[in-house]
Structure formats: C-alpha cells, structure tokens
C-alpha cells in the first residue's frame, strides 16, 4: 500500500492474569518449600536428570507454540490471500454515474455515459466516458450500437454537455496553487481552452451540492460556483510588520495566517466562500457576479429566463455571517432561492453606476424555510423547487422533502412577492403500499417530459428507489416496474426517452431505455459493456444468491405513538439459493447510518462481496429511515439508542423464529449511526453476536458534541424536538450527562463481542477519537479489539485502497469469529 496505516492489534490474552501454573511448575507447586529442599539434596544426581528432562520438554513445548503460532500466521496470510483476490473481482466492477440523450429523432439519437472505475494502485476512481447511438425500430425497440472503447478523463472534476450537445465543458481543478482550467470541446477537437488565475477564484465546486454549472440557452456563457479568493494574509519581515501596498520582495519576509474562518465542515475543509462566476466562452473573460456579497454562501446556479429582455441568475444562498454548521447531508440547514441580473459585461470587476445597477439580489422564497434545486418549465412560466422544510423546522438532519413552484413573470420588475404554491406536499402517514413522499437526492438539469409541465426524477420508496413522474398540478406517479423489489435510477431523458439504471443487491447495474407509447411507460433493456461481468468468480457468486425485502412488526406498536411510527420496519434479507439441511449460514446485521437515511436494494459492492464469502445479509431499515413517511422518521429524535436498538434486535428475533439464522453466528456491521447502533447492541445484548465491525462510529456523543461539525445532531437526537433550541457549543454538566447516557459508552462493561474499528483520520463528522476511546476502553477490558485508521480518509472510508482494505479486513475478521 501507498498510503501510510497504523494498525492496532489488541489482545484480551496480552492483559490477563494466569489462573494457575503452567503444567511443568506443578509438580514443584505439589511440596512445601523445605521438603523440595531435602529430597533436592537426596537425589542431587536425579534432579539433574529431571532438570534436563525438563529442559527438554520445554525445547519441545516451546518449539511446538512457536510451530503453531507459524501455523496460524500462515492460516491468517492464506485467508487475507483469498478474500482480497474476491474483493478485487468485486471491486473491479465499474459504476454508471451519468448519462445524457442528445439530438433525438424517429430514427435515431446520441447517448453518453459518464463510468466510474476504482483505480487502487493509483488510489483514485477512474473517470471515462461510452458513447452508443439508439436505433429506433418500427416495432418500438431500440438497438445500442456502442463505440468499441471508452475515453478516459484524467485530472478532470467535472464534465457538462452544452444543451444542444454540440458542446462539452470540461473542467479540471488543480492541486495547490494552480489555476483552474476551462476547456470546450467541439465534436473532434478542443476548440478552446482557458487558465483562470487564482487571484480571480478557487477551485470550481464539483461536489453535487453547493455545484452549478449551467449553459446559458445560445451556449455562450456558463454561471457556475467557486470558491472566493482568500483575503489578503498579513505579511511579516525582519523589521516585523510589513505594510500594504509595499512592492519589494525580499527573502527575509514570510505570510502570516490571518484571522480563522469557518468553513462549511466534513468534505469541505477550507471551503468558506462558494461565489458566483460567469465565464464567456469565446473570449475566455471571467466576471463576479456582483451583489451578492459575503453574508451569502451560494450554490446551484441557473439561468433564468429574461424579464423585459433582462438575463437573471437564481441560485441557492446559505448565510455565510453566522455559525457555519456542517452541511454535507444535512438538509437542516436554512437555505432560499434568490434572484440577481446576470452581468451584462464580462470583466473580472464592475465599478460605479454598472456595479449599483446589478448589485440587487432579490429574495424569492422569504414564506418557506428551506428552498434548493431549482428547474425552470421548459415555456419558461413556472419555477419548481424542492423544500427540506420539515427538515429546516423540526431539527432533523434529513427528512420528507415537498416540492413547490413560483409563477415566473414575463414582464415588469422582480420581487419578493411571488407566490409560492404546493405542488406535492409533505407525506406524514402514507397508506400502505402508497406513495410514501419525496425523498430525492438530486434532480436532472433538464427534467421534462415533452408535455412541459411533467417532471422526472427518482425518489426513495420504503426499501426501493422508484422512478416518479410529478406532475405541476399534483399528481405523482411510479413509472417504473412495480411490483419490483429492485431500485430503479433515472440517468438521462429526452423528450418521452428515458436512461435508467436499474439494479438489486444481487444483480449488477443495468442499463434500462423508457419510453412514452400512449399513457404507458415501456421498458427495455440496453445490453451494455458494463453489464457483463468479466470475473467468472463473480457473476458465479451473484447467481448463487437470492433477496427478499421483509416487513417486521415491531414491538412498541400499542405505545403512544402517531400511526406512522406503529407500522411494520423492512428488512432486505439476502441469502445462499441452496438449501443447508444441517446448518445456516453465518448472518451479518448491517446498519445503515444518518439515523434518517436509508438502505437501498439497489446494488452494493460492498455488501455482495460479504454475501458471496457465504453469509447472509440482514441489512435493516428501522424507524426513522427516510422513506417511509414523516411520522415514521419523527419518531426516533429522542430516543436514539433504545428504539432504533429495538428495532434491530426485533428483526434478528425474526429472522431466528423464521429458521433464516443460527443465533451463535451473527455478526453486526454498521458505519456512522450504524456504528453507533453496533456498537449499542454489542452493549445491550453482549450475548447476541459473535463478532462486530465500526466505520467511524458514533460512540460518546458527549465527547462528540465538542468535536463535531454537526454538534446540533447531538442535541436534536438525543432530546428529540426540544434539542433543536437547546443546542449549545457549551453544553452544561447536566446536558453532558444526558448525552453520555443516551452513548453505547455508557454500556461497556458488558462488552465481550470481538470488535473491529476502521476511522478515518481526517473525520470531522465523527472525529477519530471517539472510536479511539471506546476502542481502548475495550482494550482495557481484555475485548478482542483491532483499530485500523486512515490518516488521508474522512468519514466515508472511500478512497481506494482504504476502502479495499477496510473491507478485506472486516470478511476476514467475521471468517474468523463466525465460520
């Protein structure tokens, strides 16, 4: 490995004290102290034989423990051996990230699609794009003629097609100091190509969140976010402060650091300012867009279309001059749509009467808590957003998301008094088997069937993600197959043309091509390069298994609870097709984290590769995951660590009483949350499982409340609707106490389940030491422990080879406890 990780290794045995001799003292043990001294004395000639015959016997002894240990070491190199050569098969499989349809006719139309492969020599994800061309028949089939390679993209941070598709944005994010660079390629050539000085902006934001990267409708210019220079540091010579403005450059002066600046926390470290740009992209001139100013973090930037022949921009802003909280996940945080004139001329800086005419910034959703994603209709009459509203007003990191729209005006000025109107509204308590509410991770650039006023996108349903078509005028529909257990994603559209993936925890993404005949959505499948599974190993392993997803009463039903929270919890339960007579395979309980998130039987790597080691997967979705309704997910603030722990344990109940586990091999797997809830369970029910892995847990919120970016989370979960207003960066010994309590610390005494940590050094969600602590805390105990950090990774773990070795050694670590 490349990369530096420290590995720790504790032992039980190393601490513990004998209970008695080893078996060559006893027979000294046998006499008293006087007595071995005479018979010593009598038989001196015998003694020594005996002392020799000793010695002997332990030569032997010894040569025998060090001939096993040599053994086991073999054993343990020979296991890691054959579980990596399956995790390299496993991991080696590409992922599909995006696709665009272009230039769509009766006969045929161009697609592209953006492949992700992990490249774990260079410990980076490869980038290269597939082209195909979709021939259209008479019988409504499609055939995909695809190019016979793909192009890799190396350097590059992101990649936007033109909306014609005649042109492609490509841009590369330095490291270091470096520019940015812009390049726009034609179809056989880069026909232009521009550095963008430091000094102008940072690095352009590419992370899918504060990101906005949009064509204007002639294809001229591009708006997009990047971050704002850094203000001047004080800069210090041998004379001690040296003035502003002095120009001589001597060898003796050095930069200061200046005032601290929060940034916007986990994946965003030293990113504080996301500001908006404008590019014209025959000149290459680059300009602020002015107004804004700094008490505003902006994101997701389109055009707007002209009012009186003026261009706007509305972008998303987040407050900049207040308490900067960690953003990433976190759908709590408030946030508007705003409104402002796009520049009028491109250069790098606007000065006078230019400058006061394009510095307003209107307001656009001042009634609503929470706005982001905004899409105009293609007529250019309406603006849709989404709202995280319940999410913004309850405290919740993530929650049920409703979806509004603006009446966009033709004429006249812009202001802030533009009525919002409900599209779809927020689902507390969805009937059964119905439509559960919105939980959308993204939206298409263009979402819009050919109707104008249908959009497309792709949203979590119970277990599943679904394909939805939202109509403006409110009614939602589930257009991809259903009944199905497998999760479906939207790529791509055109007109009635959709690119979907489709996949299972079993089956592999695949490509799937949609299309409008009448009222009825048609489905076919696009035989694609990356559907075919070039390890025989794997597409073997794949075919063995079979899943199902479970509905699970739970136990509290006849509580005080709103009707949402007494519904059935769903587990997708993943298990060998051949039937063991005398035994069942080993199980591992896998715990998805947030708490309000959710896991998907949508295809994991991850996830396969420990099925395909021959256990079964029990990957639960307990109350509070998102996908099942407001009420649901309310339910579990306050009372983390007793009814998500519940839950749990409720479906391991189950999943025994069915006969689909033998409860002395269960293993547990949790990361964040999850590792939160394992590292409970391991409390709470020591006898349950035979062995446990952490990624990055949660294990003493009231060390974490001090060291987190997201230290609202400790509050808001842990006192449930009251914490949201309780929250404090001084937390009082009382609340402290409270937190400790609600810990999977406060339970430790009672752990003797073998337990792996894998952290992430450079963790500001759940800093490293958290799992630090309660790790030594079992190491002190005499637990069965082993930590291994990574000093480059951050909360996810997902760098190559940091994600290969975490997983390698978790298979192994469970091979060794619950074989």
Known sequence: ??????????????????????????????????????????????????????????CVEDSSNKQKAVDLDVSIREEYVSVSKLLKEFTAIPTIDKAWIFNHDSEVSRAMFLIGQPNILSNKRRKYFLSSHIFHKSDSSVSFHWNPFPIEMNGVSAMVPSPSGSKLLVIRNPDGESPTHFEIWGPSEVEREFSIARSIHGS????????????????????????????????????????????????????????????????????KLPSLFVIDITSGEVAPVVGVGRELSVGQVVWAPPIDGQQY?????WASNKRKLGIKYCYNRPCALYAVKAPSKLETSATGSDAAEDSHIVHLTQNISS??????????????????????????????????????????????????????????????????????????????????????????????????????????????????????????????????????????????YGRLIGNTWSWM????????????????????????????????????????????????????????????????????????????????????????????????????????????????????????????????????DKGLADPSKIAVLGGSHGGFLTTHLIGQAPDKFAAAAARNPVCNIALMVGTSDIPDWCFFEAYGNDGKSMFTDSPSAEQLSLLYSKSPVSHISKVKTPTLFLLGAQDLR????????????????????????????????????????????????????CS
């Open 1 to 58: 490995m490349s990369n530096l990780i420290s590995t720790f290794h504790f032992t039980g045995g190393a601490l513990a004290l004998p209970t008695q001799f080893p078996p060559h003292f006893l027979p000294f043990s046998a006499y008293s102290h006087t007595k071995s001294i005479v018979s010593f004395r009598r038989t001196n000639l015998s003694a020594r034989r005996i002392w020799s015959l000793r010695s002997a016997m332990e």
């Open 204 to 271: 352009v934001y590419t992370d899918g969140w504060f990101e906005g990267i949009s064509w204007n409708e002639d294809e001229t210019c591009v708006a997009y976010v990047a971050e704002e220079p850094d203000p001047p540091k004080p800069t210090f010579n041998i004379f001690g402060y040296k003035k502003e403005g002095t120009t001589d450059k001597d060898s003796g002066s050095w930069k200061g650091q200046g005032d601290w600046e929060e940034d916007w926390g986990e994946t965003y470290a030293g990113k």
């Open 313 to 317: 921009l509305v972008f998303v802003g």
């Open 371 to 512: 706005a982001f994603f905004p899409r105009f209709s293609p007529d250019g009459k309406f603006l849709v957003f989404l709202s995280s509203k319940s999410s913004v007003d309850s405290g919740a990191h993530s929650a049920t998301d409703s979806l509004h729209k603006i009446e966009w005006p033709s004429g006249g000025k812009l202001g802030p008094t533009l009525k919002i109107i409900d599209v779809v509204p927020v689902v507390m308590c969805p009937e059964d088997g119905g439509f559960p509410g919105l939980y959308p991770s993204k939206f298409l650039t263009r979402p819009w069937l050919s109707d104008g006023h249908t959009m497309v996108l792709s949203s979590i349903w119970g277990s599943t993600l679904a394909i939805l078509t939202v109509d403006v005028f409110r009614q939602v529909s589930r257009i991809s197959p259903n009944p199905s257990n497998s999760s479906w994603d939207i790529l791509g559209l055109d007109g009635d043309h959709i690119i979907a993936v489709s996949s299972s925890p079993i089956d592999i993404p695949e490509i799937k």
């Open 525 to 656: 499948d696009a035989v694609t390069p990356t559907t075919k599974c070039s390890e025989q190993q794997v597409s073997s392993s794949l075919a063995s298994l079979q899943f199902d997803i479970m509905k699970i009463p739970v136990k509290d039903a006849s509580e005080n609870l709103p009707k949402g929270a007494t519904k059935p919890i769903e587990a997708i339960y993943v298990s060998s097709k051949s039937k063991k007579s005398d035994s069942r395979d080993p199980l591992i309980v896998i715990l998805h984290g947030g708490p309000h998130s959710v896991s998907l039987s949508s295809f994991s790597k991850s996830s396969a590769f420990l099925a395909s080691l021959g256990y079964s997967l029990l990957i639960v979705n307990y109350r509070g995951s998102l996908g099942f309704g407001e009420e649901a997910l309310q339910s579990l603030p306050g009372k983390i660590g007793s009814q998500d722990v519940n839950d749990v344990l409720t479906a391991i109940d189950h999943s025994i």
């Open 766 to 817: 759940v800093p490293v030491s958290n799992g630090i602590q309660y790790a030594r805390a079992l190491k002190e105990k005499g637990v069965e422990t082993k930590v291994i950090v990574f000093p480059n990774d951050v909360h996810a773990i997902e760098r190559p080879q940091s994600d290969f070795e975490s997983f390698l050694n978790i298979g192994v670590w469970f091979k060794k406890y």
